[in-house]
Structure formats: C-alpha cells, structure tokens
C-alpha cells in the first residue's frame, strides 16, 4: 500500500524508500507518454509537410495550365479550394509544431527529473571527486557524456595552466571504452563525484566527462517558451510575491528588458511557471493586459480536460496567435 496512512506508519528509511519508489514509478510512466506523445507529434508534423508539399505542388500544376489553356470556371474553382485545404493545413502545422516543440521539452524534463533521483541533492553534498581505488564500467550510467580534453598551456610557464582541445559528446559505450583504456594506464587517477561527473588526471592531460542527463529539469513554462517560439512569440518570466508567469509581448520588437511595454499577455498556472515539467496539473490561463498593466480579457485557449503539459501549452500558444493576428498588425 501507498496511501499517506501507510507510509505515516513506516520508519523513516523506509518512508523514504518507498516515497522513491513511488515517485520512480510516476516519473517512469512520464517517460514512456511523453516519448509516445513525442513521437506522433514528429510524426503528425512530418505528415502535415508532405501533404502541404503535395497540394503545392497540384496547385503549381494548375497555375501552368492556366497559362497553357484558355480560362475555365472549374480550374478556377480548384485552385481556390486548393488554396483553401493549402490555408487550413498551414494552421494545423503551427499547431503541430507547437505541440512538438513542447512535447521535447517534456520528454527531455521527465528522463532529467528521473536521473536525479539517483543523485545526490546538490543543496546538501558537496560536489567533491573521490578517486576510484578500481574503475569498472558500471559507474557509467547515463545514456551519454560530454567530453572535455584539457593540455596543458605551453604559454603559461613556469605556471601550469590548462587549455580546452576537444569539447564534444559521446554516448556511454564509447565513453566506458574510453575510461577503461585511461584507467590501465600508468600514473593516470580516475575520479568521480557524488553526481557522476567522471574525471582523468594524467601526466599532461586532463579529461572531464559530465553525464548528458545532469542538466537541472525543464519547467513547464520552458515547454510553453517552446510552443510559443513555433508559432514566433518570444516569452519572458516575471515575478511578483512569490508568483510567477510569462510575459507575451505581442510587439516583436519589445525586448527583454521590458516586456511589458505595450498590449502583452501574462501567463501563468496555479500562480507559477516553474513546476518541474512532469508535475504540470493546472492548465494555463493567459490573460491581455495594456502598456499600463491593467487588465483587459481571458483568453479562451480550448484545452481539452486532462489534457497533457505539451497538448495545454499548443493551445495556449495558438490562442495566443489568434488574438495577435486579430488585433495586432505584427
């Protein structure tokens, strides 16, 4: 059993093994959808391209024959609903894009916040390296490494300085094979830290190597700068007692340095745009303000209920586009 009634009965330890348990499975489950919802959208994106490509190319076509052949009511009729189905299509892929674009981010955030669970937490450890007395290829976990070589600087003698020669990204086998020819060298050490970072110390060179999935999480509101940006809309965050939310310039020459200049829309979820991606629930509510910051509608976004964070983020990103385009010439 799981309920709070159960764990308030368990020892500490195991409260805390199984609340880990328990959150391994949530962000498990996170995974496998938002790497199933991924994909379709990479998919669906890919589809809506093609078939776009192929109506362009039918109405190319008839624009050749209307050039070759004298005028007929039925060829102009269909070059105005190719350009209609073309016009329909068009939103549909800003759409998808949008819902892609999210759709990243959330499947990215799920596979960090789940690494995390077997790392330390960096408020309370120190990052400190520990050599290791064997190395064996099994303290490699991440799916890959960045990879960065250091000599030393021959401009820096009598001092030792080290130069950056090779920055770049290998995947875990490659990164196993390279650890284990270095660890049966002579006079080389390799060091790991509480978060996985691996590291060569040997005589004129240095190498680093940080787990690709170390990266802090994704927040919700960096799905929504994702979906946003597809549809051209830059986003940037705001705080005020402790709430959050995203400021929506609808003039794309407003900067960061003041976003609120001008119409612009504020939004946020539950007060935040900060909640780990996975733990997005409430959807988000933007709102239209004035250059003054008053406040002048809602928008309705039409997110279905239970909808996911990248679904929630798409249809907020295109009532966004709505609204700007029917009343703002951008």
């Excluded at 199984?18 to 790497?35: D, G, P």
């Excluded at 109506?55 to 004298?70: E, H, S």
């Excluded at 064996?136 to 401009?155: E, Q």
């Excluded at 990248?310 to 009343?327: I, N, P, S």
Aim: aromatic content about 6%; some cysteine; hydrophobic content about 40%.
């Amino acid at each position: 059993m799981t309920s709070p009634q159960h764990l308030a009965h368990l020892s500490t330890s195991a409260r805390a093994h199984a609340t880990r348990t328990i959150e391994r499975t949530r962000l498990n489950n996170a995974v496998v959808a938002t790497e199933k919802e991924y994909d379709e959208s990479r998919r669906r994106v890919h589809d809506l391209h093609q078939e776009i490509e192929h109506i362009q190319a039918a109405a190319d076509k008839l624009a050749t024959n209307r050039l070759l052949f004298p005028p007929s009511p039925e060829t102009a009729e269909e070059c105005i609903a190719l350009a209609k189905e073309k016009d329909g299509l068009e939103g549909e892929r800003w759409f998808a894009a949008a819902f892609n674009a999210a759709a990243q981010v959330a499947h990215e955030s799920a596979k960090l916040e789940r690494a995390w669970l077997d790392r330390p937490n960096p408020r309370t450890v120190l990052g400190l390296a520990a050599p290791l007395p064997t190395f064996t290829p099994r303290v490699m976990t991440a799916p890959g490494y960045v990879v960065t070589v250091l000599h030393p600087d021959p401009h820096s003698r009598p001092a030792l300085h080290f130069r950056e020669v090779y920055h770049g990204t290998v995947r875990r086998s490659r990164a196993r094979t390279m650890l284990k020819s270095w660890a049966a060298q002579e006079q080389t050490y390799v060091l790991r830290d509480p978060f996985g970072r691996l590291y060569v110390a040997a005589p004129n060179m240095r190498l680093e190597l940080t787990p690709t999935d170390l990266a802090p999480a994704h927040t919700n509101g960096d799905a929504l700068k994702a979906a946003l940006a597809a549809y051209g809309f830059a986003a940037y965050e705001d705080t005020e007692g402790g709430h959050t939310w995203l400021v929506v310039p609808l003039d794309p020459h407003v900067t960061e340095d003041s976003p609120s200049v001008g119409i612009h829309i504020r939004v946020n979820a539950a007060d935040t745009v900060n909640l780990p991606a996975s733990q997005h629930r409430d959807t988000w509510g933007p709102s239209v303000y004035d250059q003054d910051g008053e406040y002048l509608d809602t928008l309705n976004t039409g997110t279905p209920d239970n909808a996911s964070l990248a679904l929630d983020c798409a249809h907020t990103a295109r009532a966004v586009a709505d609204y700007a385009r029917l009343t703002v010439q951008r």
